[in-house]
């Protein structure tokens, strides 16, 4: 028997489940590159490179392992330009006696996978994803019966389950979040490391230029690019960032400093979704340096919480609510999203910085992502679905799972409430604590309005008010309203004056 296993291109791992259960003697493997994934949204130029040159290269390692690969390029003639289709053809020349893959990650894609039993007669295997920690089931009866689901909950199961950081039954150090040590602002003088970097070798060339040619339209700068596109040479830059960034980490992961991209970041996020670096084996590399003395507290749970905390979480809200949670959009936003978010060309120099850094990196750290760019959007009222499709386009590490809750949920609180207690809002104040962008900035952050005044200042009032008979009854927010009503009626009406001048020039 002839089992046909269909390989994703954020499926790119040795111990994937499909690939333990198939017969590398008998079995065969289908992996497609397929214009409809590259498309559905306008991927960013090195995001479709990175994985078009990891998923090749991934099948080169199958092939040398044993395994009979077919590998369907993007610009082969007979390549139908979509998974439906290439299985299609695959199953027509091969005569398989059963389709067998690991789930997939994303519900559209789910959705195809459900049809294809009964379009191609064939018995179709579904196995779970266990590079994950929390399965469907085991979050969903988590979530049963609570009002809210609060990530911070979930955290501590996971803590308890995988035993990372934990001291018997207590966490280390007796307290489970050190996110009150990760918020000191960066300084210039810091010594910011770089992270790995990769030369192209043949195969990553090849890739360049056929995304230079079939995607030249599409958003961001195709080179230099530099990322890893193999196993060993994401695990090379999992060393360096132990090495080099994460003692530091915890300290700086919120800040933001004008030409630094990366400060202490790791930059992993892309290898881990992709598959190149297993989720859980980080985390224990990570728990390892804290150990052994190298990193402090902080740095390590701060950086164990973003993957088996929030990682986790999201993907569990994600399968939760989808379908209908792509089209939630709690405040009725209707503003399309700024052409300056595609350029990078405006006077506010945090926007400046963080959307030109994502144009030339596909890469902005999670800071730039919810409290430059996607505060703004929310404060300005733009339509979450426009801001979700754009994130989705142009990071490299974002997949529909984890880029809609983050960005949809907790940056636009697009779903209510169901993510975050509160919408994560906030004036120039905010960026100015955590970054030297307002040095740098043609508008003023102290003056509140006028034409001089940055534009957060006033559009974080505007946003408050303009939303008010949907967040005055919010716990969180009763200090911000009751502040707004002890202010003269003059000052009131100058916010509300600057902030629709601005969005006026907006439209």
């Known amino acids: 028997m002839t089992t046909l296993v269909l390989l994703l291109g954020d499926q790119l791992s040795k111990n994937l489940s499909s690939l333990r259960k198939a017969n590398k003697a008998e079995d065969r493997v289908l992996m497609c590159e397929v214009m409809e994934e590259a498309t559905y ?5 090195k995001k479709i490179a990175f994985l078009f040159s990891a998923m090749r290269h991934f099948a080169e390692d199958l092939r040398e392992e044993g395994w009979q690969v077919n590998y369907v390029k993007l610009d082969d003639p007979n390549n139908t330009g979509s998974f439906t289709g290439e299985v299609e053809r695959a199953v027509s020349a091969w005569k398989p006696d059963k389709l067998l893959l690991t789930e997939p990650a994303e519900w559209r894609v789910r959705q195809m996978v459900d049809g294809w039993s009964e379009a191609f007669s064939l018995p179709v295997s579904v196995l779970p994803d266990d590079r994950f920690i929390a399965d469907h089931e085991e979050f969903n009866s988590w979530a049963n019966g609570r009002k809210q689901l609060r990530m911070e ?23 489970w979040n050190y996110d009150s040590e990760n918020r000191k602002p960066a300084k210039a003088d810091l010594f910011m490391p770089e992270p790995k970097q990769f030369k192209p070798d043949a195969i990553t060339q090849e ?3 056929l995304v230079e040619i079939r995607f030249g339209n599409h958003f961001g700068d195709l080179e230099p690019f530099w990322f890893a596109v193999t196993a060993e040479q994401a695990q090379v830059s999992l060393d360096h960032f132990l ?7 915890g300290d700086y992961q919120d800040a933001m400093l004008v030409g630094e991209k990366f400060l202490y970041h790791s930059l992993l996020s892309a290898y881990i979704n992709a598959g190149l670096l297993d989720p859980l084996d980080v985390c224990r590399r990570v728990e390892t340096e804290y150990r052994k003395g190298r990193v402090p507290l902080n740095a390590a ?10 990682r986790e979480y999201v993907r569990g809200i994600y399968w939760l609510k989808m379908p209908d949670y792509v089209r939630e959009n709690f405040f009725a936003a209707s503003r399309k999203l700024p052409q300056f978010y595609w350029t990078g060309e405006t006077d506010m120099k945090c926007l400046s910085e963080a959307i030109t850094q994502t144009k030339e990196e596909a890469y902005a750290h999670h800071i730039q992502r919810l409290m430059v760019t996607g505060n703004f959007a929310m404060l300005a009222g733009v339509d979450p679905h426009e801001v979700h499709e754009w994130y989705l386009a142009v990071y490299a590490d974002a997949y529909e799972w984890v880029e809609l809750p983050n960005t949809l949920g ?3 609180f697009g779903d209510g409430g169901l993510l975050g207690s509160k919408p994560y809002a906030a ?3 905010y960026i100015n604590k955590m970054s030297d962008y307002c040095k740098h900035c043609r508008f003023d952050v102290k003056q509140k309005t006028g034409e001089d005044a940055c534009p957060f200042n006033a559009l974080y009032w ?8 949907k967040l005055a009854n919010n716990p969180r927010l009763g200090q911000v309203y009751r502040t707004w009503n002890k202010m003269d009626k003059a000052k009131r009406d100058e916010y509300l004056a600057s902030a629709n001048t601005f969005l006026a020039s907006l439209d």
């Open 427 to 429: 004036s120039g104040n």
């Open 301 to 310: 749970e701060g950086f164990i919480r973003q993957i088996i905390g929030w």
């Open 153 to 175: 909950y979930f955290y501590r199961e996971m803590r308890r389950k995988t035993g990372l950081l934990m001291n018997g039954p207590e966490p280390e150090g007796g307290k």
């Open 207 to 209: 890739v360049l230029n």
């Open 410 to 412: 907790m940056s636009q």
């Open 41 to 45: 949204v306008k991927h960013h130029k």
């Open 462 to 469: 505007d946003f408050l008010v303009r939303n008010q008979n």
């Open 243 to 249: 090495y080099a960034a994460l003692p530091s980490f």
